[in-house]
Every structure is written in structure tokens, then in C-alpha cells.
């Protein structure tokens, strides 16, 4: 069974730091893996999605990459701000699964950007 | 803009109760999932679906029971409601996309707001 793990378990920066959230996973027969955000009692948003044949992804601040053969994943935040204080998530998705959309979870980072 | 929505924020029920949440999605995706979420346990399968009138148990499904008579709509119910069942509930749906080509990058997982639900 796939496993998620997630390191470390919570960080706490000040504002302005760019900093690695690590991701890694047991199965590297992935169909793709998904960084989440999620804010204090809210539902999960969807940040970047890496397809298995792709290397990485950027959105804005946010740097996503993916080594399927090591297991591992990071996202990179530049220039961390107040607002990117939440908790982050990574999934997987395995191949075999791929059409019915399952995803495994890690139990998350949860990041705390003070001024 | 994608929308999920769950019937209830905040719901405060009694042991043994039959609890019903509710999920609605309104971007025609074939598959949804209910999770529960817990301190320190992360998110947890409960129930999914790929199709109408389809479902498969996901981690836990003991307690639970799901029913999706129409492709927007995705129910768990609480059969008797109990006190270990206290836990943040989540919806999500996605589009189903096959092995070859397919849909890529848009099988992306769209959640609802969830419900806090606490059995008293």
C-alpha cells in the first residue's frame, strides 16, 4: 500500500525566508502527485499538479518537483509572506488507480510565516 | 469557478442518531469521496465513487454507508452515529482520465468546505 510521508511535520519562519517542504512516497508508480494547501478549518485547494513525466511545476512563488525514482517531491516557497501561513499537503496517485481518481495523503506541514 | 459544497458547516448530533451529509458538485466530474479528517491521523478514505450508483469502500468504511443516485450528488450517512465518529468531513470530486493522454491535468481533486461534525 502507498504511503505518504511528509517532513517536517510543522515550521515556523519568519517573513521573507524562502524555505523546502519535503514530500516521499513508497510506490514510485505514480500517475501524478499534488501539492493542497489548507487553512485552519477550511476544505483542501489545490496548488500544483505534477504529471509522472514531468520534472516540475511553478506557479507564482511556488516551485513544485518530482523524482519518481527517489520517491520524493518538494515545494519550494521564495519569499515566504504572513498569508502562505497554512498547512500543506502532498498526494499521490497511484497508476493502477489512475481512473478511479483515488489519492493517498500525507499527513502535512504545517507552516507558520510570521512578520 | 469549480464548486463543491457540503450541506452543513457545523452539525452537533447524539449517539446513536442517523446522520446524513450531503455533497453536491457542479462540475459534472464522474468520480467523488468523502475523507474524515482527524488530528494527527491526516486525511482518510471513507467511501468513493466513479459512476452513479458506484462505489467503493476506501480505508475506513466501517460506520459509514455512501449512496450517489445522481452524478452531482454524493451522500454519507451515519447508519447510528457515535462519539468516535466526532471528525472534520470532506467531499472532493475530480474528472476521471485515463492512462493514455486523456484529460492530463485536469484530474486535480476539488473539495468542499467540510462539515465539523461532533456526536455527543
Known amino acids: 500500500k502507498q504511503e505518504v510521508t511528509q517532513i517536517p511535520a510543522a515550521l515556523s519562519v519568519p517573513e521573507g525566508e524562502n524555505l523546502v517542504l519535503n514530500c516521499s512516497f513508497t510506490?514510485?508508480?505514480?500517475?501524478?502527485l499534488q501539492w493542497f494547501r489548507q487553512d485552519p478549518g477550511k476544505g483542501l485547494t489545490s496548488l500544483l499538479l505534477?504529471?509522472?513525466?514531468?520534472r516540475e511545476q511553478t506557479s507564482g512563488r511556488l516551485n513544485a518537483s518530482l523524482d519518481k525514482s527517489s520517491g520524493r517531491s518538494t515545494l519550494y516557497i521564495a519569499a515566504s509572506q504572513p498569508g502562505d501561513s497554512a498547512t500543506y499537503l502532498c498526494?499521490?496517485?497511484?497508476?493502477?488507480?489512475?481512473?478511479?481518481?483515488?489519492?493517498?495523503f500525507g499527513r502535512g506541514t504545517q507552516l507558520t510565516v510570521w512578520p | 469557478d469549480v464548486k463543491v459544497t457540503q450541506s452543513s458547516r457545523y452539525l452537533v448530533k447524539r449517539t446513536g442518531e442517523k446522520v446524513f451529509l450531503e455533497c453536491v458538485q457542479d462540475?459534472?466530474?464522474?468520480?467523488m469521496f468523502w475523507y474524515r479528517q482527524d488530528p494527527g491521523l491526516g486525511l482518510r478514505l471513507i467511501y468513493f465513487?466513479?459512476?452513479?450508483?458506484?462505489?467503493e469502500k476506501g480505508d475506513i468504511p466501517e460506520g459509514y454507508s455512501v449512496s450517489r443516485e445522481k452524478k452531482e450528488r454524493f451522500s454519507l450517512i451515519l447508519e447510528s452515529a457515535s462519539t468516535n465518529q466526532t471528525s472534520m468531513y470532506l467531499c472532493?470530486?475530480?474528472?476521471?482520465?485515463?492512462?493514455?493522454?486523456?484529460?492530463?491535468?485536469?484530474?486535480?481533486?476539488?473539495f468542499g468546505p467540510g462539515t465539523r461534525l461532533t456526536v455527543l
Open positions: 472532493a470530486s475530480s474528472s476521471r482520465v485515463g492512462l493514455a493522454g486523456g484529460r492530463a491535468g485536469t484530474d486535480t481533486q476539488y
Open positions: 510506490d514510485s508508480a505514480i500517475y501524478n
Open positions: 505534477i504529471q509522472s513525466s514531468q
Open positions: 498526494a499521490v496517485k497511484e497508476v493502477r488507480g489512475s481512473t478511479l481518481g483515488r489519492l493517498y
Open positions: 462540475m459534472d466530474h464522474e468520480n
Open positions: 465513487s466513479y459512476d452513479v450508483k458506484m462505489k
